[in-house]
């Protein structure tokens, strides 16, 4: 492997995607809702919902491991609510951010180039595939996932300076554990779908609607969650990286066994 | 002059090396519509058959190992044939035009010397590798204009050559050195700075090939390198060109600019619907094919039928331009003028002027075109 040429090409898509508005808009806004907006909004509305109907709030409470649930009843009404939301119940929504600015990047760095027909330049310099797959990968992967840790530092400095609630509770153990592993895995398996769709599919946008669907997920646990189906504890948020971990590395090797000068080209 | 005909039978290797001599007079016996280029290519069709014919250029015996050899390589894309088993070679400092319409595969040929697609049948090697084994090391000596520059509008010409500085595994330490004179020698060091989406065609065609040339590369592959410009900037991208011969630099450059062959190639190699239609140095292949001169003569207007006449007893092809007095003498050799010009005034027609008109590439290949299309 040579690292020069790995690093060219994440050079040269980072500094792409910095001068791509379409591409650079939807970095800033999402982050901005996710990691600011959103803790600041469920404070806000822990302290307006103080006399929150304890039928509500209950299943949630008793859905929580029994050490985190001891903690949680000490707190005021207000607190409760803005923990139970930002520490479990929409926790597994920050996800939604790196897997969104991995997949914006990745589908620039490979439907995108493709489209503007800049790839068959890359393909003719003696970078082997697998360099060029390694630094397509670490050019949408790199910035997401440090998005997305700093984002969940900022979010959980944000809601522990609203709430007032500190660890353990703000931020909880499934919310680190999805920070710290759930980050990079949403990342990789986001960019390995959109290499995988961009095997099959041409432009920018059709890959770009195609990986969208990957948020699917998310939202579903968002819901079930909400619904008292289930609360996302340690366990649950390991499972699911581990589950995350195991598909993005199938895909990846997948997406690397159809990265191939040919068949970039064919499509092309 | 003499030419050379591969075999066109030949599937060996050792026939390839022995190309047989063909003689380049034009046909004696002309077909039935009695044109000499139609009895020669006649002769043409039957030679290459499996082959291709090969004129005037190196030959292959003589040359020192060729950088490129192409050996009936063959191309499909679904049922689409790219390339139905070309042959051709491509000599160190040698400068091969590949000619050809859009579709007669000069794009595939390209992508098939760099190891970009795979071959269906036959060889290409290149530098003595083959492609799809040691592109890498093929790709490392070879610098690439494709037919789309690829060149990303969102970076400045320097950052884009430093990042294809690094692709080409160009030393860090001489990295700035050569890009800025990479940049002034292409007259853009005052616009290095500025994105790539601001620049004319001109200009990114010269920075195509500035970043082409980043690695000091032996082996040029131009795809229609000015096929997207003006005159004015395809002359100046010429000119570049021309230079990188000049320092001895080996390039195939496909063109459907048949001026710019003739101008640029020692040799070209005509392609239609994937096959070699003929090869050879330009004005030797319109020799050898018996491509034919024209005469303009100019008489007293007056006596333009007079002239005609005279002319067409001597069982010569000769027609009136719209212009007064100007006769045209079609398939004229450079021996036949005093011929033309004593009779004219033997019969009492004054003549004031006689210029020979060379074929150039462009009568050649519309020739072979022609005569492929009416098949």
């Given at each position: 492997m040579?690292?020069?040429?790995v ?46 109907p ?16 001891a903690?949680?009843e ?5 607190q409760?609510i803005?923990v ?10 920050m996800?939604?951010v790196?897997?969104?600015?991995a997949?914006?990047?990745a589908?620039?760095?490979l439907a ?17 595939d ?19 840790w ?34 990079p ?16 599919v ?19 646990v ?12 340690w366990?649950?948020?390991?499972l ?29 | ?5 591969r075999?066109?039978?030949a ?14 007079e034009?046909?004696?016996?002309t ?21 291709s ?24 894309f679904?049922?689409t ?16 035009g ?23 049948g036959g ?10 084994v ?53 007259g853009?060091?005052?616009v290095?700075d ?24 032996e082996l ?5 390198p ?10 100046h991208?010429?000119?570049?060109i021309?230079?990188?011969r ?34 050879g ?8 094919l018996?491509?034919?001169?024209q005469?303009a003569?100019?008489v007293e ?25 100007r ?32 074929p ?5 290949y ?5 005569r492929?299309?009416?098949?």
């Amino acid at each position: 492997m040579h690292w020069q040429r790995v690093r060219a090409i994440v050079r040269k898509d980072l500094t792409a995607v910095r001068r791509s508005r379409p591409v650079l808009v939807p970095l800033v806004v999402l982050p901005l809702i996710f990691f600011v907006a959103m803790p600041v909004g469920f404070a806000l509305m822990g302290r307006f919902l103080s006399e929150a109907p304890d039928s509500e709030l209950e299943p949630l409470i008793r859905a929580l491991p029994p050490s985190d649930r001891a903690q949680l009843e000490r707190l005021e009404p207000g607190q409760q609510i803005a923990v139970v939301l930002l520490s479990y119940q929409f926790a597994p929504l920050m996800l939604i951010v790196p897997l969104a600015v991995a997949t914006a990047i990745a589908a620039d760095s490979l439907a995108g180039e493709r489209e503007r027909r800049t790839l068959e330049a890359l393909l003719a310099t003696p970078i082997r595939d697998e360099e060029l797959f390694f630094g397509k990968v670490l050019a949408a992967a790199l910035p997401a996932i440090a998005i997305g840790w700093l984002g969940t530092f900022v979010e959980v400095l944000v809601a522990i300076a609203v709430t007032g609630v500190g660890p353990p509770l703000l931020p909880s153990v499934p919310l680190l554990i999805l920070a710290l592993l759930g980050v990079p895995g949403v990342a990789f398996l986001g960019l390995g779908t959109v290499v995988l769709i961009s095997a099959r599919v041409r432009g920018f946008q059709e890959v770009m609607q195609l990986s969208g669907l990957l948020a699917m997920p998310l939202i579903g646990v968002m819901v079930a969650q909400a619904s008292g189906l289930f609360l996302i504890d340690w366990r649950l948020a390991l499972l699911g990286c581990v589950v995350v971990w195991a598909t993005a590395f199938g895909i990846l090797r997948a997406g690397r066994r159809l990265f191939q000068r040919e068949a970039l080209l064919r499509l092309g | 002059m003499t030419s050379h005909v591969r075999d066109p039978v030949a599937t060996d290797d050792a026939k390839l090396q022995l190309p047989q001599r063909w003689s380049a007079e034009p046909c004696p016996q002309t077909s039935g519509r009695g044109s000499l280029i139609e009895g020669y290519l006649e002769q043409v069709d039957e030679k290459r058959r499996c082959g291709s014919l090969q004129f005037g250029g190196i030959d292959p015996v003589a040359t020192d190992t060729p950088v490129i050899v192409v050996d009936r390589l063959e191309r499909r894309f679904g049922q689409t044939v790219a390339l139905a088993g070309i042959s051709f070679q491509v000599a160190a400092g040698e400068i091969v035009g590949l000619l050809g319409h859009n579709g007669a595969g000069k794009t595939t040929t390209i992508r098939l010397v760099l190891g970009l697609l795979a071959p269906h049948g036959g060889t290409v090697r290149v530098f003595g590798f083959e492609p799809m084994v040691d592109g890498e090391r093929i790709r490392q000596r070879t610098g690439v204009v494709g037919e789309s520059l690829g060149l990303d509008e969102r970076l400045t010409a320097r950052e884009l050559l430093q990042v294809f500085a690094d692709l080409y595994d160009v030393p860090r330490a001489v990295q700035a050195q050569r890009i800025a004179a990479l940049l002034e020698q292409f007259g853009l060091a005052e616009v290095a700075d500025r994105r790539v989406a601001t620049y004319s065609a001109g200009m990114r065609q010269r920075l195509a090939l500035a970043r082409c040339l980043l690695h000091d590369p032996e082996l040029l592959l131009l795809d229609e390198p000015t096929a997207t410009l003006d005159p004015v900037a395809a002359h100046h991208v010429r000119e570049l060109i021309a230079e990188r011969r000049r320092e001895g630099r080996t390039i195939l450059l496909a063109t459907h600019n048949l001026d710019e062959a003739e101008r640029l190639c020692d040799r070209v190699v005509i392609l239609e619907r994937g096959r070699v239609l003929v090869e050879g140095h330009p004005q030797e292949l319109a020799a050898a094919l018996g491509v034919p001169a024209q005469l303009a003569v100019e008489v007293e207007p007056e006596l333009i039928d007079i002239a005609i006449d005279v002319l067409t007893r001597r069982s010569l092809a000769a027609w009136a331009e719209p212009e007064p007095g100007r006769i045209i003498v079609e398939r004229m050799t450079r021996r036949q003028v005093p011929d033309v010009v004593a009779a004219l005034v033997g019969a009492g027609v004054p003549v004031y002027g006689v210029m020979l008109r060379t074929p150039s590439l462009e009568d050649v290949y519309l020739a072979l075109h022609q005569r492929t299309e009416r098949r």
